[in-house]
């Protein structure tokens, strides 16, 4: 069946240091990936999502490139910032009308000042 | 309304007894998920519903787990019997087909 593999955390990165949070997948179609966020205390919610092969989605300075090759959608950011400190989460979903997301176990990244 | 809503937000209750979580979806979305996430762990699936289609209930962990949504909107899901391990937050996400999913603040469940 379809599935979402993270590298576990917890992950605990000084402000300004470069994030890397691994996503590989599973999926029997062609799926959509997705990386959703926590924030304490919060309900999750979309931080980016790419629908294609070679897409990049980005937002809030977090980059996540669809690579089909190698079945990941790993999530970067240049300099994190205390902020960002959160659980985040890969999804997939397959194309189609029947949408349930697979994923992920989440990785929880906190920063430092 | 402007955003997925659940009630309560905040349960307690013994082992043993029944208990019901209320999910409001936003309005005009077709498609509901209920997940439980428990204390350190990720998102479990329990049960989707997309529109007239017969549920997908192939998460839910026993027979003691069940969920209907009436009319196509406010979805509820029960508990009977709870048990301890039952306590987690427990998570309902609506969509329009968009794949994007809106996720509501959660109710968290303490079986004591």
């Known amino acids: 069946g379809d599935s979402v593999t993270q590298m576990e955390g917890p992950v605990t990165l000084s402000e300004e240091a470069f994030l890397t949070i691994n996503c590989t997948y599973t999926?029997?179609?062609?799926?959509?990936l997705f990386w959703y966020v926590q924030y304490p205390g919060e309900g999750l919610q979309l931080l980016l999502k790419?629908?294609?092969?070679?897409d990049k989605g980005s937002n809030k300075g977090f980059e996540a490139t669809y690579r089909k090759e190698t079945t990941s959608f790993h999530l970067e950011k240049g300099s994190v910032q205390v902020s960002d400190s959160a659980v985040y989460f890969c999804a997939l979903t397959l194309s189609g009308g029947y949408q349930k997301v697979t994923f992920g176990t989440g990785t929880k990244l906190q920063v430092i000042p | 309304g402007a955003g997925v809503s659940q009630s309560p937000s905040n349960k307690v209750t013994e082992k043993g007894k029944d208990v019901e979580l209320r999910c409001d979806p936003i309005s005009g979305h077709t498609a509901l998920y209920w997940y439980r996430q428990s204390l350190g762990q990720g998102l479990e699936f329990l049960i989707y519903?997309?529109?007239?289609?017969?549920?997908?209930k192939s998460g839910l962990p026993s027979d003691r787990f069940s969920a209907e949504r009436t009319g196509g909107s406010v979805s509820t899901l029960t508990i009977q019997r709870t048990q301890q391990e039952d306590s987690a937050v427990y998570l309902c996400?609506?969509?329009?087909?968009?794949?994007?999913?809106?996720f509501g603040p959660g109710t968290r469940l303490l079986v004591l």
């Open positions: 996400a609506s969509t329009l087909g968009q794949e994007t999913q809106y």
């Open positions: 790419a629908t294609k092969a070679d």
């Open positions: 999926a029997t179609g062609y799926p959509s």
């Open positions: 519903f997309q529109g007239n289609s017969a549920p997908d």
